[in-house]
């Protein structure tokens, strides 16, 4: 049975629980046809209307109707203008999904200011209301070779003076700074974060801990390590967390060739620990519930994930629950 087929899917599927929490799924792409990973807005309509209460969304950059490394630091805008667009037909296409509330797009921070401005208003022009924020990563593998989606930024970046004036300079316009990495960069993120103490800054997928490569057999070293360094991150308080993005195929969990894909039982047992370690370091009102989706369609179904996500924060208080679902993506992504 091919994986990600509707066959796969179908063998741990699920009726969704408690299907009236609002969510606000911040953190999911977007490709047009014949583009990126297959998903239109066909795709998202699907997967935000299987039975979750998806109030809204954010999509995150990844390439999408512009070529990277393109003819010049305003090709990312056509990326931001494809999202707006597509949110208006979705709008026509799929009344009763939820609306791309949110776009946080791509630009070189490492631009003088002018040019950065540039960049940035024209980020805002072609949103129509929706731009809020930057991921210009800070990803940086080590074995490409080996990795499904290696990110392949260069070393240095995270210290890089004209990269850390564009990170200021987003929190002085009112807007965010994303940023994917790998567990062993987390504490350049930390640097990140001291150099611009007035931004906010949203770590990515828990820092991406891999389980592939030389990484296949240390889970248990990687762990004691991202759990140590996760917490000295969290002590900056303008660093937000995004909760998700584990099921991805560089994480190692293997769900993506598996038979079939897990249950959110299965998912809980394999994955919790990431949930509860980040939570207890940065708290509910700092920490946000993520799809990233549909990456991590390669593993795991969308009515699955937000089943698991709902029984990890089974433990916590109402109020701390409808922050991690909710209230935190509003409050950072001004949504």
Request: proline fraction near 7%; hydrophobic fraction near 40%.
């Amino acid at each position: 049975m091919e994986p990600m087929s509707d066959e796969w899917f179908a063998q741990s599927d699920e009726a969704p629980i408690a299907p009236e929490r609002e969510i606000i799924d911040p953190h999911h792409h977007l490709w047009p046809e014949g583009q990126g990973i297959p998903y239109t807005i066909d795709g998202l309509a699907a997967d935000t209307l299987v039975g979750h209460n998806i109030v809204k969304t954010v999509f995150i950059e990844c390439g999408a109707a512009y070529g990277r490394g393109g003819p010049g630091p305003l090709e990312p805008v056509k990326e931001t203008a494809f999202v707006a667009e597509a949110d208006e037909a979705m709008r026509i296409a799929y009344p009763d999904a939820p609306r791309i509330a949110g776009i946080v797009g791509h630009a070189d921070l490492s631009l003088d200011t002018p040019q950065l401005d540039e960049v940035l208003d024209a980020h805002v022009e072609a949103g129509g209301g929706r731009f809020v924020g930057i991921r210009d990563a800070l990803a940086r593998a080590v074995e490409p070779e080996v990795m499904a989606i290696p990110g392949m930024n260069p070393e240095g970046k995270s210290s890089d003076a004209a990269f850390l004036a564009g990170v200021r300079r987003l929190g002085e316009r009112g807007l965010t700074y994303d940023s994917w990495h790998y567990h062993y960069q987390l504490l350049e993120v930390a640097e990140v974060a001291d150099a611009a103490p007035d931004t906010t800054i949203v770590h990515d997928h828990f820092g991406t801990p891999i389980g592939i490569g030389k990484f296949a057999d240390q889970r248990e070293e990687v762990f004691a390590q991202w759990q140590a360094d996760t917490a000295t991150l969290a002590e900056r308080p303008n660093v937000v967390a995004k909760l998700g993005g584990l099921a991805m195929p560089d994480n190692g969990f293997g769900w993506h060739t598996a038979e079939r894909p897990p249950t959110s039982d299965e998912f809980v047992e394999a994955q919790a620990r990431y949930y509860h370690h980040t939570i207890e370091c940065f708290g509910a009102e700092r920490c946000m519930f993520e799809s990233n989706f549909p990456v991590d369609r390669f593993s795991v179904s969308y009515r699955v994930m937000w089943n698991a996500m709902k029984k990890i924060a089974s433990g916590y208080s109402e109020a701390e629950q409808t922050a991690m679902f909710s209230g935190t993506a509003a409050r950072v992504y001004g949504i």
